[in-house]
Every structure is written in structure tokens, then in C-alpha cells.
């Protein structure tokens, strides 16, 4: 979504982003909103506010929930409009996006003294220009579930420990079984070269047609090759449906998921998820874990200077240790506060754990090197991502040089990004 396009649209329509905030009510109105949280969590959200609003009397909590593709346009509407919502659930990417049009309100003062209660990666996560834009609310990193009689056929013993492991051990399967071992997410290749430590662009400039980039996109064209690499929907948007499906079919030697995946697999393959073992996620050389994703609660520009406070006393609230444990249990998530990250439903195992309960206890381990990796501040970045995705489709697949196939995705995007500069 282009959040200026957007503004532009809703500012001719009349509406003015600068209009001014309303003054509070006495007794404080805060309004949340969270995305795609109905039906499954509304006892919880409704539990935390009936228990907020019972301590705090005179503050009414109003909670709206609203499909996580409709949000956005919503949040902006009302914000032009000047009444937006008191908190709302924000990926790092579009905090990102809204923190440089000036769409929200800095919350360093609001976190005050409880900022240590949190990882220190997540609040990393959502410092932009200099402040910070949000309360961690959970997140989340991949494991690695691998099948281990597609394994013990193949001769290996444990999960890969990097991501020249991963390949090695993806051709290993094709090579012992005739199955693919391994389905990476390459339509985000993007954060694939961030997670290895190669920057996507530096000084205003694309970057990706480094020695260092090409020769990563031909490992990956060389594991293509020798039939390592799951070859369904490898390159689409969301591969994750094709990826499960095969996993679960017994297709595909290993699987880099959330945990929440080995859930789907113990109710929809028990034969499947009875033969599997759980593995942290490799490091990458940057010292990161693979799949992190952070959500928060951010504050929207034009909440009410005055109301802010009270905004900031319920934020710490919904954030709490406590609140996010009891959500993170139920949502098969990870927690954002140090304590509730430290609790023992995520480290402890129990004797004959399954995958499922492995596959927390791992994300666990990894969640002191979650971050989200995203490439900021570009304007229409999801086009130029596709003619980068397109580059990398063209030399894994070996129709074009590894090569000249992202020197000419390079040429689209520096083009791009110099009339961005201009502008």
C-alpha cells in the first residue's frame, strides 16, 4: 500500500492531515485497534479490558478489530480526519512507512522507565529516526522441522546449522530420496540477503549485484539444479501453502516455519508429524535468526497531547508480562518482555515432547536474535522488489546469467531510486 498515494487522495476529498486534535473528555475514551484478531481472540481482548477498565475507573476502553488488508486504509482515513484511534497493531514495515510521512506519535516518553522490561531487538525494531514508535506486543522466528526417515535416508543426523548446511543437506535428500529438501520463501530474497549480511542497498544505491550477492543467488541456482529445492510456487508471493502441503505429504525433507506451523501438521498429518524433529533456525552471519516478524501497538498522530498519558498507562498494560504470556500461549506466538520470553511454558520439556511443543521451546532459544528485516524508506518498494524476485527467478532457474540477471534488476532500481532522490 503507498501511504502518500493515499493521503493525497483523502487530502483532495477535503480531508486535512493536519487537523487539529480534539481535548480529552474527563473521563478518558482510548480507542484500540487490533487486525485480524476476531473471532479466536476475543475472549482474551475482552477479558484485558473488563480487567483495565475494573482498575481504573473513568477510563472507558473501546476495541476495534478489523481484517489485517483493511487497516491500513482505515488508520490513515482517521488519522487525516484527526480522530484517530488512541493504539494500533502495526507490523515494523508499516511503522516504518508511517513514521516517515509523520502519521505517528514518538513513544520513548511513554515507555519511561519500563523500557528494559523488554528485549532490547524489539524495541531495536521500531526505532526510527532517532525515537522510538511502538510497544512490542509478540513476535515471532522460524524453526526448522525436518522429517527424519527423509533424513536417516539421506544420512544426516541432525538439523542444518547455517545456510550453506541447508542447501548442502537439500541436495544430500534429492540425491539419497528423489525429494525435494528444502523450500526457501524467495520471493523475499530481499531479506534473505539481510539475513546473511549483504545489504540490499547502500548509499541511495542498489547494491545486490555484489560477487558476494551473485555468488549466494547461484548457490541457490546450483541446489536448483541438483533438485534440492522444492520447485512448487518457489518464487510466488506466498509460497507457504505449497510448502506445508508437501511437507505434510512427505515431498519435502525439511520445513522453516513459525512453530505454529508443527500445529497444522500434528492435527492435518499425524503420520507425518509423528516422523518429525524440530531444529532452531541458523544464525545468519549477522548473528539474526530467520523469520522474525514483530507486531506492536503504536500511537497514531493526533491522539490528544493530554490523553497521552492514559494512552501510555494502558499500552503498558496490554504489554505487560503477564498479558503477553497469557496471549503468546494462546496464539502460538513469543512474548516481547524479558520475563514472559523467560517463562518456562516456552524453555522447559516436558519427557516425549513432541515436534510441536520442541518447536516452541527452539523459537524460544532464538528469539534474543529476532528482527524484522525489511529494506526502509522506499517509496512503491514492493515493485521493485518483483523486478528483483524476477532477477533471481531468471538465474536459480538458469535462463539468464546469475549476473547480468540482477545487473538489470540493479540498473531498474537505481533508476528508481534516483528520480525518488530528485523528488
Known amino acids: 500500500m503507498n501511504i502518500k498515494n493515499l493521503l493525497t487522495a483523502l487530502m ?43 482498575a481504573n475507573p473513568g477510563v472507558k476502553i473501546e476495541w476495534v478489530d478489523f481484517p489485517w488488508d483493511v487497516i491500513q486504509t482505515k488508520l490513515v482515513t482517521r488519522i487525516v480526519a484527526g480522530t484517530p484511534p488512541a493504539l494500533v497493531n ?16 514518538p513513544v520513548d516518553a511513554l515507555l519511561g522507565a519500563a523500557r528494559p522490561n523488554y528485549i532490547a531487538s524489539t524495541l531495536d525494531d521500531l526505532h526510527f529516526k532517532g525515537k522510538t514508535y511502538g510497544f512490542p506486543m509478540y513476535s ?58 549483504l545489504a540490499v542497498i547502500a548509499n541511495g544505491r542498489a ?12 548457490k541457490l541456482a546450483a541446489t536448483y539444479k541438483a533438485g534440492g529445492l522444492l520447485k512448487e510456487s518457489l518464487f510466488a508471493e506466498d509460497n507457504f501453502p505449497a510448502v506445508i502441503d508437501a511437507y505434510k505429504g512427505g515431498r519435502l525433507g525439511m520445513l522453516l516455519a513459525p512453530p505454529t506451523a508443527l500445529k497444522r501438521i500434528q492435527a492435518d498429518a499425524r503420520d507425518i508429524y509423528a516422523i518429525t524433529d524440530v531444529a532452531p533456525a541458523p544464525l545468519g552471519p549477522t548473528g539474526i535468526a530467520d523469520g522474525g516478524w514483530l507486531i506492536h501497538f503504536a500511537v497514531p498522530k493526533g491522539v490528544a497531547p493530554a490523553l497521552l498519558p492514559a494512552v501510555g498507562k494502558f499500552a503498558l498494560y496490554l504489554t505487560n508480562d503477564a498479558n503477553q504470556l497469557a496471549f503468546a500461549k494462546q496464539a502460538s506466538v513469543f512474548p516481547t518482555t524479558v520475563k514472559a520470553a523467560a517463562d518456562p511454558f516456552f524453555l522447559a520439556l516436558a519427557p516425549g515432547a513432541g515436534a510441536a511443543e520442541k518447536a516452541v521451546a527452539a523459537g524460544a532459544a532464538s528469539m534474543a536474535h529476532s528482527r524484522t528485516l525489511y529494506v526502509a524508506g522506499i517509496d512503491d518498494y514492493d515493485e521493485l522488489r518483483r523486478s528483483l524476485v524476477k532477477a533471481v527467478e531468471a538465474g536459480v532457474t538458469g535462463k539468464q546469467d546469475v549476473q547480468a ?17 530528485l523528488h
Not at 528423489?178 to 546473511?196: C, E, V
Open 12 to 54: 483532495a476529498l477535503g480531508l486535512s492531515a493536519t487537523a487539529a486534535a480534539v481535548a480529552p473528555p474527563a473521563d478518558a475514551k482510548i480507542e484500540f485497534w487490533t487486525f485480524s484478531m476476531k473471532p479466536k481472540f476475543t475472549p482474551y481482548f475482552e477479558s484485558v479490558v473488563r480487567s483495565y477498565e475494573a
Open 90 to 105: 502495526l507490523n515494523v514495515p508499516w511503522a516504518d512507512e508511517y513514521a516517515r510521512d509523520d502519521l505517528l506519535t
Open 140 to 197: 515471532n522466528v522460524a524453526v526448522v522441522a525436518y522429517n527424519r526417515q527423509i533424513f536417516k535416508a539421506a544420512g544426516l543426523t541432525r538439523g542444518p546449522a547455517s545456510f550453506d548446511e541447508q542447501l548442502a543437506f537439500a541436495r544430500r535428500i534429492f540425491a539419497a530420496t528423489g525429494k525435494a529438501g528444502i523450500a526457501p520463501a524467495l520471493a523475499k530474497i530481499d531479506g534473505l540477503f539481510m539475513w546473511q549480511g
Open 207 to 218: 547494491v545486490f549485484n555484489s560477487p558476494a550477492h551473485v555468488a549466494l543467488v547461484q
Open 405 to 421: 540477471a540482477l545487473d538489470q534488476a540493479a540498473a531498474i532500481w537505481n533508476k528508481k531510486l534516483s528520480a525518488q532522490r
